[in-house]
């Protein structure tokens, strides 16, 4: 099983479940940080990485004395990555998405393949838990294709839990897109209702389970509750709002473990995730 812990925004608090939702896991688990562009799942794990591969993207390299200046393969590209600026051919590799087609459509074959650094992929291990995140390169703006070779890395043998990006966007979409069960995290907050409706809407044309989890509950207002009685989304854990919790995630410790009394709910968390997963969820909390 499949499970991906997303938001529509930044700071509701999806890695601090993901992380004490992969230490109780009762299974042989494989923890997978797939928000690339800022991971920090390992800051509370602590794997010991034993393994880097770096993840590169073909793009075309040209050799203007092959080129005729024909622009087959500025029309063909979508995505202004390659142009004929007079007799010169001029590639600009930070906008190239990788498709392929200038060179397919090059007749003098005045394009060739080359390669730009997206980040890396990493893995390891965190006592009994298996762990995989990317990381992207600094200045690197295409997230997606390095996602992709993260999760080339997926162990089928375990259920992994991944640590989606947040958003709407494509890296959210296809963090996502494979899941079994997809888990919302949000606040009762305006800006939380606002974000977790995005989330509702750009998630359900996948087609798969979505619950929610309603993080720092006792404060803001009842709009993400009614939003979610109103679409029948189930909220599958309440956090309440806690101190306590924010020291020990500032601290880098896992909630599960540094606050044995939450421990409990994130275990009843894992066994709703499950009955989502199998269809058989159980009448849970609504606000």
Known sequence: MIIALASGKGGTGKTTVCASLVRIWDKPVQAVDLDVEEPNLALYLKPELSGRLISEMEIPVSDQEKCTACGACSEICQFKAITVLGEYLLTFPEMCHGCGGCLAVCPEGALSLGARELGEVLWGQAGEIDFLMGRLRVGEAMSPPLMRDVKKRLDSSRDVIIDAPPGTSCPAINAVKDADVIVLVTEPTPFGFYDLKLAREAF??????????????????????????????????????????????????????????????????AARIRELAAGDLKEVSNG
Request: charged content about 25%; hydrophobic content about 40%.
């Open 204 to 269: 359900t044309p996948i087609g798969k389970p979505m619950g929610v989890v309603m993080n720092r509950t006792g404060f803001g207002d009842a709009g993400a509750y009614d939003y979610c009685r109103a679409t029948g989304l189930p909220i599958l854990l309440e956090i309440p709002y806690d101190r306590r919790v924010a020291e020990k995630y500032s601290q880098g410790e896992v909630i599960a473990d540094a606050l044995p009394e939450f421990r409990g709910r994130f275990i009843e968390l």
